[in-house]
């Protein structure tokens, strides 16, 4: 039996749809930090923040610089910021460059998430219109962690999750109704 | 036997951490600048990014080249330092300074500014165009300071890329700019140049925030974006040299995500513009 201790989330354009079929669904007891790079406008407000906390059960907030991650708490880039994990499992942001012309980049995100939770991490990519995210979800792998990629099919814009699937050797290939279910199966 | 994968990846990631220490210890001995401080996973991936950009095999290679080849030293010390940055960065902290600090502003007789961290200068001439429409300029020293001699030099010539005009406009609009952006600068084929006016009171300096000591007097400190990079021990000590180089009632403006929240001197400021990240020295201590 697997001991998870984290979940990064990947997502860009059809987001709030796909998002909004996970993270309510996670009950109150959900044990895991959630870690979301949702791709969004340098100038967007908390909107997502405010949105996901009325609907969901979890505590939702922007990750904040040197917070500490804990357990039950989902947690979004903020807007035109890099968001990373550090090994001692706190945030840092950065205003470095765009990194696949996206910052938030969910690679960097996937990427620092990996060197820190290694095997005991989940990376999830969602619907997106570009390929961000696949070069983060295969270091997740590399490191023994779990990925999954949401089912193309079912996904509003195709394009990201299959370029997760061609890069990273992924272990489940979930539609987008399945994910939140298997995800309180694993943990 | 051969090990796991996964185990392989742990004894890589366990050398890769000795090396960079090993880097960051050498950069410091040889040239002094302290980067043992910065977060370790930033640190990590700027000087992996460098690795594999320059085809090295390990990063104590890296180490080796940088001693003796001063120009591989030089892009290290570039990729170690941010200078991603625009004029009137969140459009919104500039409309409090216009509306709530520059009030106060105008009482004093003379004002001097420090934009710690300056980087390419870009905010720099942001604060010198308010100043300017605020009718502060004449009355004010900017300091601008950065430890990046080539950040420092694209300051000092105040040239930007054309491309960047249409962000910074609306970004100027959006910071309540009282004239036309395009006033203030002279196109010139890919390039505009902005007013030599703007800079007539500044002085761009080199100064090391993690290793130099404190600045006197100022009436206004702007470190925007700079100390994210820092770990705690670190943003506390400088936080305390921004603190003794301010005037009582003097302001202390950081960046849209930053904040003194664990900061040990935290207490000698006031919040009272937290929002936009602007806080105030203490009158009293």
Not at chain 2, 17 to 27: D, K, P, T
Not at chain 2, 56 to 75: A, G, R, V
Not at chain 2, 165 to 180: A, H, M, P, R
Not at chain 2, 255 to 277: I, Y
Request: proline fraction near 4%; charged fraction near 25%; include cysteine.
């Amino acid at each position: 039996m697997h001991n998870y201790k984290a979940i990064v989330i990947g997502v860009s354009a059809g987001g709030l749809h796909a998002l909004g079929q996970i993270l309510p669904k996670l009950p109150a007891d959900f044990p895991l930090p959630v870690i979301i790079v949702q791709h969004i406008s340098p100038q967007s407000d908390n909107f997502m923040i405010r949105h996901f906390n009325s609907i969901s059960k979890l505590a939702v907030k922007e990750a904040d610089e040197k917070e500490e991650i804990v357990p039950g708490t989902i947690y979004f880039a903020p807007p035109n910021y890099h968001l990373i994990v550090e090994n001692d499992f706190t945030f840092s942001l950065s205003v470095d460059e765009r990194v696949n012309f996206s910052r938030p980049s969910i690679d960097v995100l996937f990427e620092t998430a990996a060197e820190a939770y290694a095997e005991t991490l989940i990376g999830i990519i969602l619907t997106g219109a570009n390929n961000d995210g696949s070069r983060g979800l295969k270091r997740i792998k590399d490191f023994g962690g779990f990925t999954i990629v949401q089912n193309p099919a079912t996904s509003e814009v195709s394009a990201m999750p299959e370029a997760a699937i061609k890069i990273a050797k992924v272990d489940k290939i979930l539609d987008l109704d399945k994910i939140a279910d298997f995800l309180m199966r694993l943990t | 036997m051969a090990l796991p994968i996964k185990d392989e990846l742990e004894i890589i990631k366990e050398n890769e951490n000795i090396e960079i220490e090993l880097l960051l210890n050498a950069i410091f001995m040889k040239f002094g600048y302290d980067f043992r401080n910065y977060g370790k996973a930033h640190i990590k991936r700027r000087i992996l990014h460098r690795k594999m950009v320059s085809g090295m095999n390990s990063i104590s290679e890296m180490t080796h080249k940088m001693l003796y080849d001063p120009l591989f030293y030089q892009e290290i010390l570039q990729d170690l330092s941010i200078t991603v940055t625009e004029m009137f960065r969140d459009p919104s902290f500039y409309l409090s300074l216009r509306s709530e600090i520059a009030p106060l502003l105008k009482t004093y007789p003379f004002l001097k500014i420090w934009h710690a961290g300056c980087a390419t200068g870009e905010e720099v001439y942001s604060m010198a165009i308010l100043l300017k429409e605020e009718g502060l300029l004449k009355r004010t020293q900017i300091y601008a300071t950065d430890f990046n001699q080539l950040a420092l030099q694209k300051a000092r010539a105040g040239i930007y890329p054309i491309d960047r005009i249409k962000e910074f406009t609306q970004n100027y609009q959006k910071s309540g700019g009282k004239s036309s952006f395009s006033d203030y600068y002279n196109a010139r084929y890919d390039s505009v140049i902005l007013n030599e006016s703007l800079r007539e009171n500044v002085v761009f300096a080199d100064h090391n925030l993690v290793t130099d000591s404190v600045f006197g007097e100022m009436n206004m400190i702007i470190c925007r974006n700079v100390m994210i990079y820092f770990d705690k021990e670190l943003q506390n000590k400088v936080i305390k040299l921004f603190h003794d180089s301010l005037v009582p009632g003097g302001f202390l403006c950081l960046g849209s995500k930053e904040s003194l929240r664990f900061a040990e001197s935290s207490p000698r400021f006031e919040s009272t513009f937290d929002k936009e990240k602007i806080y105030r020295k203490k009158f009293t201590v």
